[in-house]
């Protein structure tokens, strides 16, 4: 059963791409689902990951998770680096951002779902209750993710699409698996390692890649919402956690 919450949690993030899937105004689901990300990692960030970390790290050298997070952070600009713009043959002109964002999206996500499929499994092996209240906040703060990263790859192939989407969406299941593999003997202070790079790859997104493409999208007041509401969602959603 602890699996099954689990691997629930993580298919939220298709009933994001479902939304946009069946959405008609694609452009303005866009605008809506970067925004709603924006403010859903934000709040993220803020009540769940890095008191996480500062938790995990409280009897520690704190220059360690700095570190830690501040690789994450640059490992994700190198990536950045790497992966090439799309060409921008689509209307608008955006679809070469878009995908850039989509996928940068999803490879920072993946390693912070499976760190947080292997604390779902460990609370719910523990607690079925409580597994799933906690796989049920989860769940609230994914579905934007999975409209990002499917509208920014709404013109791709659909063999692309799908593969990535499938990836960021089994990722909290596959942390499932390796939690069971591994059982709840695993320390603490190794869990917080890619808990500190997950944190700095999101700080990189939300700052260097959703947050400039909020601001050149207008009208600027929807954006403003859109992130209000993602930002309210995952405060929730942590509370219910």
């Not at 008609?24 to 890095?50: P, T, Y």
């Not at 609370?123 to 799933?132: D, E, F, H, I, V």
């Not at 700052?207 to 969602?233: D, N, Y």
């Amino acid at each position: 059963m602890a699996l099954l919450v689990t691997l629930l949690a993580g298919a939220s993030i298709a009933i994001g791409g479902l939304i946009v899937r069946l959405a008609r105004h694609n452009h303005r689901v866009g605008q809506v689902s970067v925004a709603l990300a924006f403010g859903a990692l934000v709040a993220l960030l803020a009540f769940d990951l890095l008191p996480e970390v500062v938790k995990t790290y409280k009897e520690g050298d704190p220059l360690v998770p700095i570190a830690l997070v501040a690789f994450g952070f640059v490992l994700l600009k190198v990536i950045d680096a790497l992966v090439p713009d799309h060409d921008e043959k689509h209307a608008g002109g955006h679809e070469g951002n878009n995908i850039h964002i989509g996928l940068m999206t999803a490879f920072a996500l993946s390693i912070h779902n499976i760190i947080e499929g292997m604390s779902i499994y460990g609370l719910a092996a523990s607690s079925l209750s409580q597994g799933a209240i906690y796989a049920l906040g989860i769940m609230l703060h994914n579905i934007p993710m999975g409209m990002l990263i499917f509208a920014a790859l709404e013109h791709e192939h659909p063999l692309l699409k799908h593969s990535v989407l499938s990836l960021v969406t089994f990722s909290t299941f596959i942390g499932g698996l390796v939690m069971m593999a591994v059982s709840t003997a695993l320390p603490e202070l190794m869990l917080g390692v890619p808990l500190c790079v997950a944190a700095g790859m999101i700080i990189y997104i939300a700052a260097m890649e959703l947050l400039p493409r909020m601001l050149r999208t207008k009208p600027v007041q929807v954006s403003a919402i859109a992130a209000a509401c993602g930002f309210i969602l995952v405060t929730l959603s942590v509370a219910l956690g």
